[in-house]
T-cell receptor
Framework: GQQVMQIPQYQHVQEGEDFTTYCNSS?????IQWYKQRPGGHPVFLIQ?????EVKKQKRLTFQFGEAKKNSSLHITATQTTDVGTYFC???????????FGPGTSLSVIP | KAGVTQTPRYLIKTRGQQVTLSCSPI?????VSWYQQTPGQGLQFLFE???????NKGNFPGRFSGRQFSNSRSEMNVSTLELGDSALYLC????????????FGNGTRLTVT
């Protein structure tokens, strides 16, 4: 069945350092979404990527969707303590297929 | 608009019992999906409902079931509870089931003793 993997599983960075998490799917995706879950909270939608090779930016966050629509990345520039949490990618094979979440990357930021 | 509401927030049950969790989606959202979240397994898809019909189903045993009502509210039932069912159960709603973002509730924390 479809699998979505993420690396790394954990990342500890000093405040101000950059951070990147990578997401890889075993199958081509129709779209990919990224969510952030703060400790003790619930996942919150960050962004959706649909087109092959798409790049989107949200302030210090940069999201990319691979040319083959099987991988994606999230890059945070100059991390802040407010970036702490677990970042999940989630994808579907088709628009009406079930959403499969990656296992997440847990980010810790050391002040 | 009010967000996704899940009740109860916390539940403690004994092995062998059954439990029903409730989810009220955002007004106007017709799709509701359920996820099980555990530290070791991440977010696992349980099922998705749209207009009272189960659209997709995850790889969970038949002890896990759900339904959706005409007002889009959804319930999830787990029968013959096992210790391994202890988890955070998250409900998410979206306007439709195709390519739309998921809006999650705060979850129900189920502990099975």
């Amino acid at each position: 069945g479809q699998q979505v993997m993420q690396i790394p599983q954990y990342q500890h960075v000093q405040e101000g350092e950059d951070f990147t998490t990578y997401c890889n799917s075993s199958t081509t995706l129709s779209n990919i979404q990224w969510y952030k879950q703060r400790p003790g909270g619930h996942p919150v939608f960050l962004i959706q990527l649909v087109k092959s090779g798409e790049v989107k930016k949200q302030k210090r966050l940069t999201f990319q969707f691979g040319e083959a629509k099987k991988n994606s990345s999230l890059h945070i520039t100059a991390t802040q303590t407010t970036d702490v949490g677990t970042y999940f990618c989630a994808g579907r094979r088709t628009s009406y297929d079930k959403v499969i979440f990656g296992p997440g990357t847990s980010l810790s930021v050391i002040p | 608009k009010a967000g996704v509401t899940q009740t109860p927030r916390y539940l403690i049950k004994t092995r062998g019992q059954q439990v029903t969790l409730s989810c009220s989606p955002i007004s106007g959202h017709r799709s509701v999906s359920w996820y099980q979240q555990t530290p070791g397994q991440g977010l696992q898809f349980l099922f998705e409902y749209f207009s009272e019909t189960q659209r997709n189903k995850g790889n969970f045993p038949g002890r896990f079931s759900g339904r959706q009502f005409s007002n889009s509210r959804s319930e999830m039932n787990v029968s013959t509870l096992e210790l391994g069912d202890s988890a955070l159960y998250l409900c998410a709603s979206s306007p439709d089931s195709g390519g739309f973002t998921l809006h999650f509730g705060n979850g129900t924390r189920l502990t099975v003793t």
